[in-house]
């Protein structure tokens, strides 16, 4: 299966966008779907997991969530600061075919 | 605390090998499955390998499939990716990674 998310999202300081990732085939339940930030010359560390867990640290400005209607998961990001600035990159596990799954990831710009 | 130091990048000519390693601590290393993962410049993350917490199953991208071989020691908590016959294709910084966490990566840039 694949995941896909938009390319890019822009949206302005303190407001909220939500960036989305749609799994192609199979239900979005079947894995977990995790959620990571990547700022230019970093890698990537997890702002959310299982679906809808936050690690330790991560704001609680950050939510993430599943909905099986849609076949997709999002990730919020509500009272958006110029430090959300970064790509993020949503995973699933494709348990059939064992490998790791990624979105082409989503450009987000804080203007 | 949890780390993941990569080792072994650089410049390489096509055709040639490479060997990355990754050093673990901070974590019980043998509980956990390991993943290579690479990011070609400008571009997104791309899965390279899996293997398991004992070693025994490994699973590979297609792009990389009879070429690259993963291993681990589970003595020395060390996670190694084999790369052999590179190609300008496999320019990228290459992390090692396990569920929650990721090393600071490697690059690997293969060139004439």
């Known amino acids: 299966f694949m995941l896909t998310q938009p390319h890019s999202v822009s949206e302005s300081p303190g407001k909220t966008v939500t960036i989305s990732c749609t799994r192609s085939?199979?239900?979005?339940?079947?894995?977990?779907v995790h959620w990571y930030q990547q700022r230019p010359g970093s890698s990537p560390t997890v702002v959310i997991y299982?679906?809808?867990?936050?690690p330790s640290g991560v704001p609680d400005r950050f939510s993430g969530s599943i909905d099986s209607s849609s076949n997709s998961a999002s990730l919020t990001i509500s009272g958006l600061k110029t430090e959300d600035e970064a790509d993020y990159y949503c995973?699933?596990?494709?348990?059939?075919?064992?490998?790791?799954?990624f979105g082409g990831g989503t450009k987000l710009t804080v203007l | 605390q949890v780390q993941l130091v990569e080792s072994g990048g650089g410049g390489v000519q096509p055709g040639r090998s490479l060997r990355l390693s990754c050093a673990a601590s901070?974590?019980?290393?043998?509980?956990?499955?390991f993943h290579w993962v690479r990011q070609a410049p400008g571009r997104g993350l791309e899965w390279v390998a899996l293997?398991?917490?004992?070693?025994?199953?490994?699973y590979y991208a297609d792009s990389v499939q009879g070429r690259f071989i993963i291993s681990r020691d589970n003595m020395q908590n060390t996670l190694s990716l084999q790369m052999n016959s590179l190609r300008p294709e496999d320019t990228a910084v290459y992390y090692c990674?396990?569920?929650?966490?990721w090393g600071q990566g490697t690059l690997v840039t293969v060139s004439p």
């Open positions: 901070g974590f019980t290393f043998t509980s956990f499955a």
């Open positions: 990674a396990r569920a929650g966490y």
């Open positions: 299982e679906d809808e867990q936050r």
């Open positions: 293997i398991s917490y004992d070693g025994t199953k490994k």
């Open positions: 995973q699933s596990y494709d348990s059939t075919n064992p490998r790791w799954v």
């Open positions: 085939s199979g239900s979005i339940a079947t894995n977990h």
